[in-house]
T-cell receptor, first 114, second 109 residues
Framework: DAGVTQSPTHLIKTRGQQVTLRCSPKSGHDTVSWYQQALGQGPQFIFQYYEEEERQRGNFPDRFSGHQFPNYSSELNVNALLLGDSALYLC?????????????FGQGTRLTVV | GQNIDQPTEMTATEGAIVQINCTYQTSGFNGLFWYQQHAGEAPTFLSYNVLDGLEEKGRFSSFLSRSKGYSYLLLKELQMKDSASYLCAVLDSNYQLIWGAGTKLIIKP
């Protein structure tokens, strides 16, 4: 089992550009959550996808959007990048309707906006 | 609003014991998680508490008091590799994980 995999691992973009980050969940997991983690801070919840739909959303602008595919993999898209979007983006997968909703994290994508 | 509080940083000595506290105020409660995160890496699961009391797992133990909105993570026989950030997260009534900012633990020889 490869666990949760994210790509790319590192990315440098220019202000105003658009970026797409990808996540493959742990085998058997059907729910994907995306987090933004700034340096020295805890993860901030962006949104969660289940059954190809956005189920919950945190306090992030519409520039942040996502998608979940039938194989449960997911993408995070950020438009009109700002310098403040520089962060580690973490993807976590879990199994909905499980009593123990432990989330497994990928290694993250380090996004730098210049 | 929802809030998770943890100390920003703690220092302890190799071989000693350290207790990292977490207090929370959330809309609903469906369990509390502790995660360990080494610098530049993803968080890894340490423990999950949903009932009051102490859960022991090797050198690590986690305690929960739901009435006080309080948890702690106890690390015994500290090793240098335990130097990391420790994140407390609460699963709220919408089954959304609310995260604290993390406690950076520094282990000294």
């Amino acid at each position: 089992d490869a666990g949760v995999t994210q790509s790319p691992t590192h990315l440098i973009k220019t202000r105003g550009q658009q970026v797409t980050l990808r996540c493959s969940p742990k085998s058997g997991h059907d729910t994907v959550s995306w987090y933004q983690q700034a340096l020295g801070q805890g993860p901030q919840f962006i949104f969660q996808y289940y059954e190809e739909e956005e189920r919950q959303r945190g306090n992030f602008p519409d520039r942040f959007s996502g998608h979940q595919f039938p194989n449960y993999s997911s993408e995070l898209n950020v438009n009109a990048l700002l310098l403040g979007d520089s962060a580690l983006y973490l993807c976590a997968s879990s199994l909905t309707d499980s009593l123990n909703t432990e989330a497994f994290f990928g290694q993250g994508t380090r996004l730098t906006v210049v | 609003g929802q809030n998770i509080d943890q100390p920003t940083e703690m220092t302890a000595t190799e071989g000693a014991i350290v207790q990292i506290n977490c207090t929370y105020q959330t809309s609903g409660f469906n369990g509390l998680f502790w995660y360990q995160q080494h610098a530049g890496e993803a968080p890894t699961f340490l423990s999950y508490n949903v009932l009051d009391g102490l859960e022991e797992k090797g050198r690590f133990s986690s305690f929960l008091s739901r009435s006080k909105g309080y948890s702690y993570l106890l690390l015994k026989e500290l090793q240098m590799k335990d130097s990391a950030s420790y994140l407390c997260a609460v699963l709220d009534s919408n089954y959304q994980l609310i995260w604290g900012a993390g406690t950076k633990l520094i282990i000294k020889p």
